[in-house]
Each structure stands twice: as C-alpha cells, then as structure tokens.
C-alpha cells in the first residue's frame, strides 16, 4: 500500500500549504478591515453615479427596425454639433444609403464635407471635396491638435460609442440631458468633490464631471427637415439612434437573419428529436405508467 | 480496442473495397463513430458534450481561418481591420460574432464535460490517459482563447495581455527577462500581437491533435457511464451509430439554438464594452477583467493578497492560479476510491454539490467583480475551499467512504433486471 499513500501524503501537504497562504492572506485582509471599521469607504461616484434612464426606440427588442426619419435627424444632429469636436472615422459617406439617401443626395452630401487629399499635379498634401468612398473626415489633423483645442481631453471618436459603453445608446441620450448643478446634498457630503473649473457635472458620467461643454442646450439648435420636434430630449434621442447605427449599422440584418436560423433550428431539433426517439425505441425499457 | 461483440466493417461495392484495401479510412471512422464502437447503452445527456465541444472546436477553426483572411496583425491597424471585418467584409460581421460566441461556448460545453468527468470520476482506470490528454487539451484552450482576445486591439485586449504577461514576472531572478522575451518588448505591442496571431492560428491544430489522442485513448477502454460500473456483456451497450450519433444530433440542435440566440441577439452580452475602444497604452481602464470563462481561475490568482513565508504575495497567486489546473493531472492518483460514479459516493456527492460547486460559483462571480472587499474575502475562502477539496477532503474521502451497493450491470441498472434484455441481443457473458 505505500505507493498508493505516498501521492495522497504529497497533495496534503501542498493542499495545506495553499490553503494556509490564502488564510493568512484572509487574514491579513480581515485585519486591515477591522481596522478601517468599514469595508468599503463611501465616495461621491458611487453615491452620486447614475444608470442610463430606459428611452424607447423602434429598433429595441428582437423584431426593432430602424426609424430611417430619425436616423436622417441623428446625422443632422452630429453634423451640425457633435462633428465640430468629435469624429466618425469608421463610417464612409456611401454607408448613409441606409438612411435611405439616394446615390445623388450622398454625392451632394459628401462634396459638402473637405477630407484631406493630394494635389495630383504637384503631390502637396492638400484639401479637397469629399466623395461617396471617402470617410467623415475628422475635425482636428491629429491627436495633439484635438488635445490642444480641448483643454487637454481629447473628444473620443463617436463612431463605436454605443458598444463601448454599457448600455451605449441609453448612455448616450442620458448623458446628453443629464448636465446639471451639483446637488447642494453631494456638496454637504463630500465638500472635496466639488466640480473643477472647467468640468461640468454630469451623473450620467462614470466620474461625474466631464470635459465637454453641454452640447445641446436650445429647442430648435437643430431645425429637422422633416418638422419633427427638436427639443433638447429629441435631438438627444435621434443622434443616439444614429449613433447605434454607427457603431452596428447591421443590426437589424442581423436579427433578421437570427430569425432565419432560429426557424430553421428549431425545425432541424424537433427532426432530430422525433428521429432519436425512434432509433432508441426498439431498446429503451417500456415505462411502467 | 473493441469489445468481442463489435460489428465489424463489411466494405460493400468496389469503391469502399478498394479504399478498405489501400487506406482503410471508412473503417476507421466505422470503428471510431459508427456501428463498430460499442457505447454503454445508459449514457445520459451528459455524455453529449464531448462530442459537441469537438463541433465547437471545428467551428472556431473555420470561422477562424476565414477571418484571418481578412485581418492584419498590426498594432497600427488590427483594431480598424476588425472594423473593417465588421462592416464591409461580406458577412463579416456574423463570422466574427460566430467566432467570439463560439470561444464562450466551446468553453460552456468543456467546462460541463470536465464537471461531468468530476462527478462521475472518469478520470479514475483504466481511463486515466483520457483525463490527462483532456487537462492538455484544457490548458491549450486557455492559451488559445487567451491570445485571441488580444488581437482586436482594444483595450481588454491590451490590458489583458499586460496583466496576464505580467504574471510572469513574478518568477524570482529570471521573472523579468522572460517576460520582455514573451512579448518582444517592454510592453505588448507590434511584435507581441504578430506572436500571439501566429500562436493563435497554430494552436488550434495542436488542439485538434491532442483530441485525436483524446478519442484515441477513450477508445482502448470504451465509454464511461452513470453507474461508473464497466460493460460486462452485449446487451450492456448499443453501437455508436445509429444510436448515439442521433442523440448528438438531438444535443447539437439545442446547443445550436443557445449559441445562435447569443450571436444573432445578444452578439456582446459576453464582451466587454472596453474592447470596442482601440488600445491605449496610456489609459488604464477602470477594471481589468478577462473574458468570463478565466474568472475562477483570476480570482484565485488575486486572492493570495499577503506575503507568505518567504513567497512574495504575487508569486504565491501565480502558483496557485497555475495549481489549481495542473493538479488536476494527479487526480486519478489521489482518489483511489474503486467506486467511479458519485450517484453511489454518498459522502463524495455531498463535497461535489454543497462544496465543489458552490465553491467555484463564488470563485467565478468574484473574478468577474473589482478586487474590492467583500469579494477578495469571499474569493480568499472558496479559493482555500478549492484547494481543501481537491488535495485534502478528495484523497481522504475516497479511503473512508462508505459507497452505495452499484447495480450488477449496466443492463439490470436501465432494466431492473439482468434476465430482461432486449430482444434479439443475447447477454453472454464475457470473459475479460
């Protein structure tokens, strides 16, 4: 039997050996905790930090489609605001065909935008209009000049927003309308929390005080073509609708293609179910029922 | 391996005759999933997910190779080309939500087929070598997955490679070195995304080799089953196909449908929103965490917090988080208890479900959450369960228990009854 002892001795004095350096650990922790007297010290973040509020869209749940209206009013609402900081460089002038913008309302569009080129004579960089291929170009030439013009925080690219924050599009209207005072509650508690000079208070934001300047401040800073209302919350809602679709233009593809398979799945499963059922007839027990 | 009673491959017209003479392929896939390998006739459902987790591995490799048309390991531009993959590549966007989805499920199915080897102790002989081959095949997926995170280039991808490299400079004296050599630098950059995408494409071949030694070895002995008892006759077991082959069937289209409710319908649900920002060596994110499928294994890592003895805290973690996977090698030696299933382990059951279990539910939530009390206290306790479990309370249980008197065969366990086997099959005893 000492061959069939000896590894079960070994693994007991390393099991031991873990376990007692991960309760020292334990307790070492224990200890500093006690003496802090509370477990986790409070701050103005997570008190003050607010959830994106729930805003309904026509492209939410499983059967959403886009609203091509109000992505039209989004691409407004960016090209006449956001675009002055923020740039879109994932998205080309051509993929707006899914707004439902015709190949000539696209040129026009695009020939309306000045994206950087190259004298084809004389091979000087140079500026030229842009064309249904080119991308939203950006409003600053490079990361330092988008630093210098913006008190040293660079403006993120809005092209990916949505995905890459939780909840994005809920995010992204929250935030725009959530610029506020600071609560006097939030300044009696935490006077050192107190907004810096040029930050503005935002409890949407993961630190509640954000570099950008409140965008939308006026009804009607935007005019729609199509006469929609454009209140500060609209034109919050429909560049976070825009947005979306920026950062997943095949959204709505690819739920329609989910249904597709899960149809198709579903069908295929029941097959195999009945099939398995029968092979397995002829050798499963009968029940007693 | 087969047992006396397999059926044996009959090549039919001139075209299988001539393959069966020069390069018996058909027979060996007739003997390896068809009518010649002989399977307990009891498995349950649980069974299906070897099977399952290979369709996984040959999805990653497909949707792999077609994304690696498309996708350039540059730092400049890895992160553009999976934009690039996600809005102009022509499917591109179902390819590569295919192929992240197909990472977490393929761990999904493996981490239900290591828990059902643990329950029903497959490890245990003649069945060691499977149990080996499957912890390599384990590891290798670690890595595998490891890297392919970092190739989109955001910032998980980033921050990931720098933490999880980082542990290797915890090794005393040479701990640094090895570290710069792994990445090609003093941080992750061009030249350890080149590495980790030449890496990643080769080690799924690795993988699809070792699960041929896997099969290989499941072949000598044949399958497990619920009693844990062995074949002892004919009417104990039923070929592979048609039998098995339509349950997989059956398992594949409902594993299917979870896996495309997730890429079709919650494509990120999984993800991390920092991995669509592009990396930024500069800014640290708020919290560094790995895709799910490593979170029991970061929070054993992070819950040795202290110093020990003469093991700097970060060593200690390291080793355990290593450990806590590598010990499983050992395990057909430390649990020595003939009994395999633990539906007869009444003492070994209780440890799996109320201990094991929860223990590693605790460990998976806590290493998903910051590192912030409670959940490094939490984490420090079920980490020392984890431990305790596999090297203490496993090797001593399986001496003192107590099991349950197992069925006298596989047949009387289905049927109530040895006398009662199924028409047409006769139970003749074996000599083995």
Excluded at chain 2, 20 to 47: C, I, M
Excluded at chain 2, 198 to 209: E, N, R, T
Excluded at chain 2, 329 to 335: E, G, I, K, M, R
């Amino acid at each position: 039997m000492r061959q069939l002892v000896t590894p079960r001795l070994i693994a007991l004095f390393v099991g031991l050996f873990f376990v007692l350096a991960v309760l020292w650990a334990f307790v070492t922790g224990a200890g500093t905790v006690i003496g802090q007297g509370y477990l986790k010290e409070a701050n103005a973040e997570q008190e003050f930090h607010k959830h994106p509020n729930k805003y309904e869209f026509g492209f939410n749940g499983p059967l959403g489609k886009w609203d091509q209206r109000q992505l039209q009013r989004g691409l407004k609402v960016y090209d006449e605001v956001c675009a002055a900081c923020h740039s879109l460089k994932y998205v080309a002038f051509r993929d707006l065909a899914a707004l439902g913008l015709t190949e000539g309302q696209i040129k026009a569009y695009a020939a309306k935008k000045v994206v950087p080129g190259i004298d084809p004579v004389t091979g000087e960089t140079t500026t030229r209009p842009g064309l249904p291929t080119d991308y939203f170009p950006s409003p600053y030439p490079n990361e330092i000049a988008a630093r210098a013009a913006n008190n040293n925080a660079v403006p993120p690219d809005l092209s990916l927003i949505t995905k890459a924050r939780h909840d994005g599009t809920n995010y992204v209207a929250s935030l725009l309308t959530g610029f506020q005072e600071q609560p006097p509650e939030l300044l009696k508690k935490f006077p050192e929390a107190k907004t810096p000079a040029g930050l503005h208070y935002n409890p949407y934001f993961a630190n509640l005080n954000l570099a950008m300047a409140p965008p939308l401040t006026t009804s009607g800073q935007v005019t729609f073509d199509d006469g929609s209302p454009s209140d500060v919350q609209s034109m919050a809602k429909d560049v976070a609708a825009f947005l979306t679709w920026t950062a997943e233009p095949n959204l709505v593809k690819r739920r329609q293609t989910g249904w597709a398979v899960m149809v198709f799945l579903l069908f295929a499963t029941v097959l195999a179910y009945m099939s398995k059922q029968q092979i397995w007839s002829a050798v499963k027990p009968k029940t007693k029922d | 391996m087969s047992f006396p009673w397999a059926k044996e491959y009959q090549p039919t017209n001139g075209l299988t005759k001539f393959l069966d003479e020069k390069l018996p392929l058909p027979r060996l896939v007739y003997n390896a999933v068809g009518a010649g390998y002989p399977v307990p006739r009891n498995l349950s459902y649980f069974w299906n997910f070897g099977v399952l987790a290979g369709f996984f591995l040959v999805l990653q490799i497909v949707t792999g190779v077609i994304l690696a048309m498309h996708y350039a390991a540059n730092a400049q531009i890895a992160f553009a080309s999976t934009e690039h993959i996600m809005r102009d590549v022509n499917w591109g966007w179902m390819l590569r939500y295919a192929h992240a989805n197909g990472a977490s499920f393929f761990f999904i199915v493996v981490y239900i087929h290591i828990f059902r080897g643990l329950f029903y102790s497959s490890y245990k002989a003649p069945r060691e070598m499977i149990w080996l081959l499957g912890v390599v095949i384990f590891l290798l997926m670690m890595a595998t997955a490891f890297m392919g995170y970092v190739l989109p280039w955001g910032q998980m991808s980033f921050w990931g490679a720098k933490v999880i490299t980082g542990l290797f400079g915890a090794i005393p004296l040479v701990g640094e070195p090895i570290q710069i050599w792994l990445l090609g630098g003093f941080a992750p950059d061009n030249a350890a995304l080149n590495r980790f995408f030449s890496l990643h494409f080769l080690l799924p071949f690795v993988i699809a080799g070792v699960v041929i030694l896997h099969i290989w070895a499941l072949h000598i002995p044949g399958s497990s089953n619920p009693t844990g008892i062995e074949v002892k006759s004919e009417s104990d077991t039923v070929p592979f196909h048609p039998y098995y082959t339509a349950k997989d069937g059956f398992g594949l289209g409902v594993a299917l449908i979870a896996y495309c409710l997730l890429v079709f319908f919650l494509p990120n649900y999984l993800g991390h929103p920092d991995n669509y920002i592009e990396a930024n060596p500069l800014s640290t994110p708020a919290h560094i965490v790995p895709e799910w499928y490593f979170w029991p294994f970061y929070a054993i890592l992070r819950a040795f917090t202290a110093d020990f003895l003469i093991v700097p805290a970060k060593l200690m973690g390291v080793l355990a988080m290593f450990s806590a996977i590598l010990m499983w090698f050992f395990l057909p030696w430390l649990d020595r208890n003939p009994v395999r299933s633990g539906h007869y382990r009444p003492l070994f059951r209780k440890f799996f479900w109320f201990g094991l279990i929860p223990a590693m539910a605790v460990l998976f939530y806590c290493g998903g959450a910051p590192a912030e009390e409670p959940y490094v206290m939490l984490s420090q306790i079920a980490t020392a369960y984890y431990f305790l479990h596999f090297l203490v309370i496993l090797p001593i249980v399986s001496s003192i228990e107590k099991t349950e008197p197992l069925p006298t065969s596989i047949t009387a366990a289905v049927l109530g009854s040895d006398k009662e086997v199924v028409k047409g099959e006769a139970a003749e005893p074996v000599a083995v």
